[in-house]
């Protein structure tokens, strides 16, 4: 009896997890009515000839358009986006794509020849104009975060008339060196704090060698790990190393969603390293000729604001910023939250509202 009473225990987990719903809350006032021009919307969207998942959420469709690029490369940010950012909604109708090969745009069809910078740009691109097209405007935001600001960069460099500015957050500027000062931060920090355990397993999968460990994807994940550790990684409390949960399990993500999830970031990773090791916006974009700015962790190891420092200084642009965030990490846009929407709804919105009374 125990036997068929566990079979059905499995039989039953099995159909929660194929047949799991997901869904995204309507945007409605504060009587609970549905906000007239609201949208909150879950679709799948044929960009580069691939099946591509984009939410979309606003108070108001006559709002600017904010496109978000999640980090990764492979890893969709629509769990901490809601969770966190909601507030923007009042402000600004956000875009939340997965990227080619990840999240909900998974899927065995994704062929690992497109993996490579090229599609990854031309797919920016290409949801850029589905979205001027479908809200109807002439320019829209763009903020990156991570791998994302590597597309956000490049893309805006190519196509500055799509795009009022745009915002990064952990700047990539050349992804090899920036994986070696990670590692050099790292195991500087484990040894100032007598940590010994860090030191041997930094010490095992030794420093990097042109952006790869000696044994390769496991060697990047254990750097990732004692980043999040050490607090390179995510440095409040408040959110802490739990925010992968957040991240993994949406409301907007069904169950097979988030397996897909998890095999989507081992595919990126497998399929896509060997380009993304290639990145240097040093050499690819120089210039760019949109406002730009740049939000960095003060405590971020993982993108260390070394580089970006000097690609901040030599980057030729009509307007940049540089704006600190003093008590976060590599997650700064959601650990200190507030600062960033006051930043996108005081100063970063204002561009689209002065261009728009001209």
């Given amino acids: ?76 940010e629509t769990g901490l986006v809601r969770k966190y950012h909601g507030e923007l909604e009042k402000y600004f109708t956000l875009a939340l794509w997965d990227q080619r090969g990840s999240g909900k745009s998974f899927s065995s069809t994704v062929s690992p020849n497109t993996m490579n910078l090229e599609q990854f740009l031309n797919d920016t691109h290409e949801v850029t104009q589905y979205l001027k097209k479908r809200f109807n405007k002439n320019k829209i935001f763009m903020i990156g975060h991570s791998w994302g600001t590597y597309l956000a960069v490049q893309t805006a460099a190519r196509y500055p008339e799509d795009y ?16 070696d000062i990670s ?13 010994e355990s860090a030191q041997k397993q930094l010490e ?22 004692l980043l999040n550790q050490m607090g390179g990684s995510v440095f409040s409390k408040e959110i802490g190393p739990m925010y992968m949960l957040t991240m993994i399990f949406p409301k907007e993500y069904t169950l097979w969603d988030s397996f897909q999830y998890i095999r989507g970031i081992n595919y990126s990773i497998d399929s896509f390293m060997p380009v993304y090791n290639h990145v240097d916006l040093f050499k690819e974009v120089p210039e760019i000729k949109i406002p730009i700015y740049i939000l960095t962790g003060r405590h971020d ?58």
Avoid: C
């Fill in 183 to 195: 590692y050099q931060f790292l195991l500087q920090i484990s040894k100032d704090l007598k940590n």
């Fill in 1 to 76: 009896m125990k036997k068929i009473g566990f079979a059905i225990l499995i039989f039953l987990l099995f159909l929660l997890f194929i047949f799991s719903r997901s869904s995204t809350n309507g945007i409605k006032d504060g009587s609970g009515k549905h906000i007239p021009n609201s949208i909150a919307t879950m679709e799948y969207v044929q960009i580069g000839g691939q099946k591509q998942f984009m939410l979309i959420r606003g108070n108001d469709i006559n709002n600017p358009v904010l496109l978000f690029l999640h980090g990764g490369p492979g890893s969709p």
């Fill in 164 to 179: 009022f500015a745009i915002v990064v957050a952990g700047l990539l500027v050349n992804t090899i060196q920036q994986e």
């Fill in 204 to 225: 095992k999968i030794g420093p990097p060698v042109n952006g790869y460990y000696k044994n390769g994807k496991k060697g990047l994940i254990t750097e990732r790990k």
């Fill in 301 to 358: 190891l993982q993108t260390p604001f070394t580089l970006a420092e000097k690609y901040f200084e030599k980057l030729r642009s009509p307007e940049k910023r540089w704006i600190w965030f003093e008590n976060s990490a590599h997650l700064q846009i959601f650990e200190e939250s507030d600062k960033y929407i006051d930043l996108m709804v005081n100063t970063v919105r204002k561009k689209a509202l002065h261009e728009s009374i001209k």
